[in-house]
């Protein structure tokens, strides 16, 4: 029981680069988000899913796209990365008003 | 926009001493949530507190919720150098199923 893996841990992009990153989740929540938090900041939310299907945008969405085809992958894609994008990448799951749980991060350099 | 508001921003203690931290928030919540992070890592769950609750305990944690102050604290008594972390609060956002965020208080224990 992994609970949530996020892949990669760690990636340098070259500016205008695409990449997607992966939350796999083992405890069948419905809440599913991807957060970024930047040096010495709280979390700040991107997108979030609230079901297998379905996605919203959070407070900072722009340069960033989410799918959730299944109940159990979150997938964060970054279609032209930019220098600004560098950050630290939490995925969350949650059901209801329950507590959170987080993937270990992944840590993006952009260049 | 981040709801809870953490203070003091940093913390330094000897070990053994106790360490209290503050969260403020603005709206009506169903429940606030304190979480640790310890550096480079992903979050982890410490207490949840429902609105109808005034006090909650866990092992050396102590939270208390005033709803008509819109704040919590979150009390560590006899700090080890083990609960040096950075310390979240976040509060339920029933309207759109999102955790409301702070910027946190980083919490260094000195031996």
């Not at chain 1, 964060?76 to 930019?82: K, T, W």
Request: net charge positive.
């Amino acid at each position: 029981n992994a609970g949530v893996t996020q892949t990669p841990k760690f990636r340098v992009l070259k500016t205008g680069q695409s990449m997607t990153l992966l939350c796999a989740q083992d405890m069948n929540h419905e809440y599913m988000y991807w957060y970024r938090q930047d040096p010495g900041m709280g979390l700040r939310l991107i997108h979030y899913s609230v079901g297998e299907g379905t996605t919203a945008k959070g407070e900072v969405p722009d340069g960033y796209n989410v799918s959730r085809l299944k109940k159990q992958n979150f997938l964060l894609g970054l279609e032209s990365a930019a220098p600004s994008q560098t950050s630290v990448y939490f995925c969350a799951i949650q059901t209801g008003d329950t507590e959170a749980f987080f993937g270990q991060g992944t840590r993006l350099t952009v260049v | 926009s981040q709801q809870g508001e953490e203070d003091p921003q940093a913390l330094s203690i000897q070990e053994g001493e106790n360490a209290t931290m503050n969260c403020s928030y603005k709206t009506s919540i169903n429940n606030l949530q304190w979480y640790r992070q310890n550096s480079g890592r992903g979050l982890v769950h410490l207490i949840l507190i429902r609105s109808n609750e005034r006090e909650k305990h866990s092992g050396r944690l102590r939270v208390t919720l005033d709803t008509s102050k819109k704040s919590s604290s979150l009390l560590i008594t006899a700090s080890r150098a083990a609960d040096t972390a950075s310390y979240f609060c976040a509060t339920d956002d029933s309207s759109n199923y999102q955790l409301i965020w702070g910027a946190g208080t980083k919490l260094i224990i000195k031996p």
